[in-house]
């Protein structure tokens, strides 16, 4: 009866937590939600302060992707290093 209640309570907080985050990319559509903060009513879409953040976002990306990996890599070296010290042991 225990293992039931717990799978009905995992099943309920996956679809809670699903759904969740499945609503708010409706407010990302264009069209709806907020509108953008560094919008312009340029057409052509070219003016220098669009560019300048343009530019420093994806500079400030790279070092973010690197530290990303880094940390990934990092993270699953010591979480195999803890199964290999434990025996094998999963708990």
Do not use: H
Not at 18 to 26: E, G, I, K, Q
Not at 27 to 35: K, V
Request: aromatic share 10%; proline share 5%.
């Amino acid at each position: 009866m225990r293992t039931m209640w717990i799978k009905g309570v995992a099943i309920m907080l996956l679809f809670t937590f699903s759904t969740m985050f499945c609503l708010p990319v409706s407010l990302a559509q264009e069209g709806g939600g907020a509108p953008a903060p560094y919008s312009s009513d340029d057409s052509q879409g070219g003016n220098p302060k669009e560019a300048g953040l343009q530019a420093a976002s994806w500079v400030l990306t790279i070092p973010y992707g690197v530290g990303k990996v880094v940390f990934a890599i990092l993270g699953g070296v010591t979480g195999g290093l803890t199964y290999v010290f434990s025996g094998g042991n999963l708990d």
